[in-house]
């Protein structure tokens, strides 16, 4: 019951949240960058996508019109040279130049509005934008950060309890991390992969799992230093399932390539003059950590994106009569608040099943007996 | 599509910052859990197998007791049995000594009532014989006088013994 409630007020403030920081927005755009105040309206899309994708700005909220956000660092390498300066610079002038110390040349950054590298740092040579290596704080780097940071912290303390109550029973936070850790360790690796190996594979596991389930729960809290789309953006559920790549052909046995490069029990023909079978089971071992973030990246942003429009109705039917609002935002809000409750569910499942995924091509990649 | 299409940076980042976390937990955090647990988990599969023992030592005591209490059992019955033998055989000899020396008293009883009605008799002959002298002698007295007198008076003394008697 006492989950329930916290669930639900999290919930609440969430919407309120975002109703403060969408709405504020809105005039923030019209009477901010744009001038002309032709673009009163609301943007919805504009506004979700804002939310989901990177930026190197983490805004806060936006305040009688004045925007308050976290100015982040940029990072650049280009050409043997590292740049780093705030993202502040940015703010009141589309152009940044930064002179190098050796050859004196001036380099000009910017952030272009418009075209292929709309919102990134770009370097203008001449009439030409070039995309140099960016490594820069971003908002979901920091986000990234900050998550990291406190699994590790969450850890230690578990383990500093371990370390301190010795054989005694486990006690609340330590409790909860035993369940879930017990459970990988448990119910996810020593199932699916031989007993033999099992251990081997489970400290990546549990890693894994908490590191998506952790990240997965922040996303769901509106507020700084929360809220980042981490697991929503595909180059970090990409890096998570490289990982699992790599573990699964580093550990694999001698069986498990034999299957992949030279399956048994299949006709000679489907293998020597052109080698179809091969090709077949190598493009299989790609799609397997492709679909493992595929299938992350898109549900957790799918899942931003359907409480986001939610959002988004209260303000288009907004614009249409106060009463209108009024009404979207109640019919809004009951929607928001389940899809919360169901995110918090989809938090847990979509860790879940990566984890037991991986587990499983960890599992066929070292078995060494082969059946049939 | 900038959502779908992965930033150098982050991709960066993300490795350097999920290596370094998957280090430190493998390396510091996991171990000392792990090895916490299997502590645990020993201790617990110990304290499990002792609870084990000991209920089966419980049981054994209880079979051995209840062997006990059955043999005490068994013994008191025959304690009992004996002693209701005992007691019968006491009883039935008692019974057989008692009538025996019934019949013996009523028999030396029926020998002394004998002896008195024999005593008796005896007795009562002399006592006839004594009166039947005194009758004859009476009778002699008297026979002189008339037969008439003599016939009264032997009626008379008839009659006087028969009273006397």
Redesign the interface.
């Known amino acids: 019951m006492k989950n329930r409630h916290i669930i639900i007020s999290i919930s609440f403030l969430m919407c309120f949240f975002f109703g403060i920081n969408t709405y504020s927005y809105a005039n923030g755009a019209a009477d901010g960058s744009e001038k002309t105040e032709t673009e009163e309206s609301f943007n919805a899309g504009e506004m979700i996508f804002e939310h989901i994708l990177d930026s190197y700005q983490w805004h806060i909220l936006t305040w009688k019109g004045k925007h308050v956000a976290v100015n982040l660092p940029i990072i650049i390498y280009n050409e043997g040279h590292l740049y780093a300066f705030s993202s502040k610079h940015f703010q009141h002038s589309d152009t940044y130049s930064v002179t190098e110390n050796g050859s004196g040349n001036e380099v000009v950054f910017s952030i272009p509005k418009e075209g292929k590298y709309k919102g990134k740092v770009v370097i203008i040579k001449g009439d030409e934008q070039v995309r140099p290596i960016d490594i820069s704080i971003t908002k979901n780097v920091l986000g990234l950060l900050i998550s990291c940071t406190l699994l590790v912290t969450l850890f230690l303390i578990v383990a500093n309890a371990y370390k301190k109550r010795g054989e005694k029973a486990p006690k609340g936070l330590q409790s909860l991390f035993e369940m879930l850790f017990v459970y990988v360790r448990d119910d996810i690796a020593r199932k699916s992969i031989d007993e033999k190996h099992a251990d081997r594979y489970t400290p990546y596991l549990i890693t894994v799992f908490f590191f998506i389930f952790i990240n997965n729960l922040l996303g769901l809290i509106p507020f700084f230093p929360f809220g980042a789309n981490i697991t929503g953006n595909i180059a970090v559920t990409a890096v998570l399932a490289a990982f699992t790549f790599v573990i699964t052909n580093v550990f694999g046995s001698k069986e498990y390539f034999k299957d992949v490069f030279n399956t048994p029990g299949v006709p000679i023909f489907l293998k020597l003059p052109i080698p179809l079978m091969p090709i077949i089971e190598f493009v299989g071992c790609l799609t397997k950590p492709l679909v493992l973030a595929i299938r992350l990246f898109a549900n957790i942003t799918a899942g931003h994106i359907v409480v986001l429009g939610f959002i988004s109705m209260i303000f288009i039917l907004g614009q249409m009569g106060a009463a209108w609002g009024a009404g979207a935002s109640v019919l809004s809000l009951i929607f928001i608040i389940f899809v919360d409750v169901l995110e918090l569910l989809v938090a847990y499942i979509q860790a879940y099943v990566f984890t037991l995924l991986s587990a499983l091509y960890f599992g066929l990649a070292c078995k060494e007996h082969h059946h049939g | 599509m ?14 350097l ?2 290596g ?3 280090i ?3 390396k ?3 171990p ?2 792990g090895k ?2 299997k ?2 988990e020993e ?1 617990i599969t110990e304290a499990l197998e002792l609870a084990e023992r000991t209920h089966e030592e419980m049981r054994q005591l209880q079979a051995d007791n209840e062997k006990i209490l059955q043999e005490a059992h068994e013994e008191r019955d025959k304690i009992l049995t004996e002693a209701r033998a005992t007691r019968d055989k006491i009883l039935e000899d008692a019974k057989a000594k008692a009538t025996e020396e019934t019949n013996r008293i009523v028999d030396s009883a029926k020998e002394t009532i004998e002896n008195e009605r024999k005593a008796a008799l005896t007795e009562i002959k002399n006592e006839i014989a004594n009166i039947s002298i005194k009758v004859a002698e009476k009778i002699l007295e008297r026979e002189l006088n008339s037969d008439k007198a003599q016939l009264d008076y032997i009626e008379s003394i008839i009659k006087e013994t028969e009273n006397n008697k």
Not at chain 2, 2 to 15: A, S, V
């Open positions: 900038e959502l779908i299409k992965p930033e150098i940076g982050l991709i960066f980042w993300m490795t910052a999920f370094i976390v998957f430190i937990l493998a510091v955090a996991f000392i859990i916490a647990l502590k645990r201790k």
